[in-house]
């Protein structure tokens, strides 16, 4: 009572810091006068007379209000749109790293140039993440136009791009992209074998826009680099047949958490069937002999029973596409993990491809802790500001609109079942469009859409459907959702990017009907003419109320429902929206009341009769916050989980880029080599034991295995002072003149090369397989809490001594390397092709894939090893001139000895 009240007096704490900030604001507008008097020339010299301030150490603060000023000036001239007041409080929240919370349709695109142009002053790089491809690039154009004017440079990192391009986008000032190629240009830098091979530099700022989307929704999956492994088509095929016999008595499904379990009598069934098939060893299905076919008997149960076609993807050219659950975007080149994929391939009958080995993964949360300074904006995050404070310390600030919001948001409305509500649906679609206000219409699932489809072709209402299936026509058919009478089915409005202008869109209009058509004034007269028809549809929009919304399921987060209810009425436009809910509803089903509640609504309502209420409301949002508090545990438990594994990664990508950056690495060889001696006299020669009671049997054979050496320990024994340190100083001095005898047939520089290989290649297959062996340990640790324990410590100190071994085993490989390893000065021989590598962004807990661009192999691949050693090649002058004679010489991967720099297959040795 007493904080309402005091909340009437003076305000919420957030509109006490928006109103704080009304002297910044001040101060920027009293620089526009001088700033409109400037030409171009000078206008755009102010970014070099800030940079002189900089290096002069003033502070970034102090140039905030001139530079936001200039910038408001510069997109006046350039693009013809002035920041409101509104949007300079938005672009000084993101500056101090925070999220601005701004409603659809407030410029966040606009906001976002303040703080990104203040902050790339220093040179040292903004990073500006979007949600998809489609927005990248079309931002990086549209606002790049400002700070190129401005005198700053702009990249845009897409798919497909080679490293040289990426590795300019990110030496721009100012870089567009995804949060998924960004996270993956990180891992694939920390894959790279050289230095000035890696794309990326050191993090300076990131702000992040839809952040709602990027640092919550998507950072319940970590991001992950794998290859292929071994084919296991037939595999999958006949546990596949096998699940196809169960019936619904044989398992338990909880749709909650998207698991699967054979009961008592569905696991004997199993065992008899997978006897018959060949796959099972002995009598049991859980005998460790059967890890591996109950690992994929689950996969094939979750992908027979719980993942549905259509819904959770589509099959088309003979693949089976994943459909991302937040955007309903077709994932194409995406698959899930552990099997998942090739199950659902064989459930589908269509070619299974090899599954993948992890060689690299991060979360987003771990990803975007990295900047030092993090900022974000989106219309939807004061729902979720507790979790990012939480995760990634940023507080979230309302920025209130420009003008007021007339948009009126009606009552939920419920129905008995599904066919009831879309036939209400579809009669409600038809009135408003007969008056002429354009209708958006949000779903949940392609087949929803398609359903909804059919019922309002049965009411004769023209209509477009926008999801998976159609996303190439996708910026289209949302940028014309507010002409007169328009109807527009979307799966989920999320970040979808293109504004729903009343009327119509002038440059999608002109785009599409004038394309082709020459400047000139019969141009300019189209343009004027589908201007006056924009206009004039407009207000006859206005008049029959402006957007309707019409929403046909509440989504699990309530995040996306504003999202979709924001897309009407925006910048003081008329509008409206409505909720349409039935019993059979995902969301109602699963996580809503409980079954007596749903059985006396069925027996109570009739057929086709719909009710209102705000206690049914309440319950709704009750059941959604459930669900929200459900994901917020799953993405925390992802984070603690990665946590563990991101200490580990520090140590081993700082110790890669040491060894890439060192000029020599033979301290680092020496120091292994001396830790491997040690632990090898140290097990045969336990301390305080006799020489009588050592394994010296062992130890020679060690030596001989590990060092290729055989020391005369047997006459070492019998000098009287002999001791294990003794024993330990001459098989060192042995290893080293071994070592150093080898080294001295090389050049240094070869040497040092070799070495950097060799320490590298060790460092990385070890890496590749303590990240399998944490993913297994990951899966199966949970079960430590039937012996109370917390299986979060257990897996710490589990993953800490799986990290000691892997260092163990890294120094005696390395030293077993180069102690056994023959140099000789000839070609090398010619490498296998390297295979694509595949990036997924998978959800380790439900299995489903919410990433946004495919990564094609044409990006640059990462190598997975390097050639044995790294040996100077002869060159024309060596040989002879006549290329004739190279042939069988030079090996054909090598550079062509003419010094084109090309490959030699590629080059001279071309067939």
């Known amino acids: 009572m007493f904080g309402g009240l005091a909340k009437s007096m003076f305000g919420s704490s957030n509109d006490r810091y928006v109103k704080s900030l009304n002297p910044i604001l001040a101060k920027i507008a009293s620089f526009e006068p001088a700033l409109q008097a400037m030409d171009d020339a000078t206008l755009a010299h102010q970014t070099v007379l800030f940079r002189e301030r900089l290096a002069n150490d003033e502070p970034l603060d102090k140039l905030l209000p001139e530079a936001f000023a200039t910038v408001r000036e510069a997109s006046v001239r350039v693009l013809g749109m002035r920041h409101f007041d509104v949007q300079m409080v938005g672009g000084i929240v993101l500056h101090r790293g925070e999220i601005a919370e701004m409603r659809t349709g407030e410029g966040k695109t606009l906001v976002a140039t303040l703080a990104t142009y203040l902050n790339a002053l220093p040179g ?76 990326q530099r050191a993090f300076s700022m990131a702000i992040v826009d839809e952040v709602d989307s990027v640092l919550i929704d998507e950072a319940r999956t970590p991001l992950i680099i794998s290859g292929p492994t071994d084919d296991k088509s037939d595999l999958y095929l006949q546990v596949d047949a096998v699940v196809k016999q169960f019936a619904a008595e ?97 459930k ?163 785009n599409d009907e004038l394309d082709g058509m020459p400047e000139g004034p019969e141009r300019d007269q189209a343009i004027a003419q589908i201007k006056g028809e924009i206009g004039a549809e407009k207000a006859r929009v206005l008049e029959a109320g402006g957007l309707f919304v019409l929403g046909t399921e509440r989504h699990e987060s309530r995040r996306i429902d504003n999202q979709l209810r924001g897309r ?10 409505r909720f349409y809910l039935s019993l059979d509803d995902d969301l109602l089903r699963i996580f809503g009341p409980d079954t007596l509640f749903a059985k006396m609504m069925r027996n109570n309502i009739g057929d086709g009769e719909a009710i209102g209420s705000k206690w049914l409301t309440k319950a709704i949002e009750t059941a959604q916050k459930k669900v929200e ?53 140290g097990e045969a020669c336990p301390p305080n034991s006799y020489p009588e009671q050592w394994n010296i049997a062992g130890m020679k054979e060690r030596l001989a295995e590990i060092l290729n050496l055989e020391p005369p320990i047997d006459d070492w024994l019998t000098e009287e002072a002999i001791d294990p340190e003794l024993v330990t100083e001459r098989v060192q001095a042995e290893a080293d003149t071994m070592v150093e005898a080898k080294a001295a047939d090389l050049e240094p520089e070869t040497w040092t090369s070799v070495e950097k290989s060799i320490l590298l290649q060790n460092l990385d297959h070890h890496w590749k397989e303590h990240l399998s062996t944490l993913d297994a340990l990951r899966q199966v640790v949970h079960l430590r809490a039937y012996a109370q324990k917390t299986p979060i410590n257990e897996y710490k100190q589990e993953a800490f001594a799986l990290f000691q071994r892997m260092l163990d085993h890294i120094r005696e490989d390395v030293t077993k390397t180069i102690a056994h390893a023959q140099f000789q000065m000839q070609p090398l021989p010619e490498l296998p092709e390297l295979p ?76």
């Not at 995804?178 to 230095?195: I, S, V, W």
């Not at 959702?481 to 202008?501: E, F, K, S, W």
């Not at 508090?629 to 890669?656: P, T």
Request: proline share 3%.
């Open 629 to 681: 508090a459900r994901n917020y545990d799953i993405r925390k438990q992802v984070v603690e989980y990665d946590d563990v594994m991101n200490d580990q990664r520090k140590v081993i990508y700082e110790q890669r880029a040491d060894i890439m950056d060192a000029e020599t690495v033979g301290d680092v060889v020496v120091d292994m080599r001396a830790e491997t001696v040690n632990a090898i006299v």
């Open 348 to 510: 589908e009958g269509v070619q299974i491809e090899p599954e993948n080995q992890t060689m690299a993964s991060i979360t987003f949360q771990n990803y975007f802790r990295m900047y030092p300074k993090l900022s974000g904006m989106t219309g939807t995050a004061a729902t979720e500001a507790a979790e990012f404070y939480d995760i990634y310390k940023m507080n979230v600030v309302t920025i209130p609109t420009n003008v007021e919001v007339k948009r009126v948001d009606e009552e939920d409305e419920f129905y008995k079942d599904t066919q009831d509500k879309f036939r209400a649906i579809a009669k409600r679609i038809r009135e408003h469009a007969e008056k002429g206000q354009p209708v958006l219409v949000g779903t949940v699932s392609i087949e929803k859409s398609e359903l909804l489809s059919e019922f309002l072709n049965q009411e004769g209402v023209d209509h477009s459907v926008l999801n998976a299936r159609h996303h190439e026509m996708e910026a289209h058919i949302v940028a014309q959702a507010g002409r007169l009478g328009a109807v527009t089915i979307a799966t989920n409005m999320a970040g979808r990017g293109t504004d729903i202008q009343l009327g119509g869109n002038l440059e999608f209009r002109i």
């Open 836 to 911: 694509d590598f595949i990036t997924t962004h998978f959800d380790p807990f439900s299995g489903e894939d919410n990433s946004n661009d495919w990564d094609a192999g044409s990006a640059g691949l990462i190598q997975t090893q390097l050639p044995p050693m790294q040996i100077p090649q002869p060159t024309a002058v060596d040989l002879g001139e006549d290329p004739a004679s190279w042939e069988g010489v030079v090996s054909r991967n090598a550079p062509c000895p003419c010094g084109s720099g090309r490959k030699y297959k590629h080059c001279h040795g071309a067939v």
């Open 124 to 199: 040292q790089g903004v990073h500006v993440i979007t949600v998809n491809d489609y927005l990248a690039a079309r931002d990086a154009e549209w606002m790049g136009r400002v700070y190129t004017f401005l005198g700053l440079t702009v990249g845009v990192i897409i798919p497909n791009l080679t490293d040289d391009q990426r590795r300019a986008a990110y030496n721009s000032d100012i870089t567009y992209g995804t949060n998924n190629e960004f996270g993956f240009d990180y891992l694939r830098d920390n894959m790279k074998y050289e230095r000035a091979s890696m794309t």
């Open 250 to 346: 044989d398992y338990e499904k909880d749709e909650k958490q998207k698991s699967i379990i054979l009961t008592e009598d569905g696991t004997e069934k199993a065992e008899r069937m997978l006897e018959a098939a060949g796959l099972l060893e002995g009598q049991n299905l859980y005998d460790f002999e059967n890890t591996q076919v109950v690992h994929h008997l689950n996969q094939a149960l979750r992908a027979n029973m719980m993942f549905k076609r259509d819904t959770d993807y589509i099959v088309k050219d003979d693949k089976v596409i994943i459909i991302d659950e937040f955007t309903g975007r077709m994932m194409d080149g995406r698959r899930w993990s552990d099997g998942l994929h090739q199950a659902v391939e064989a």
């Open 568 to 577: 009407s009425g925006r910048q003081g436009d008329p509008g409206l929206s």
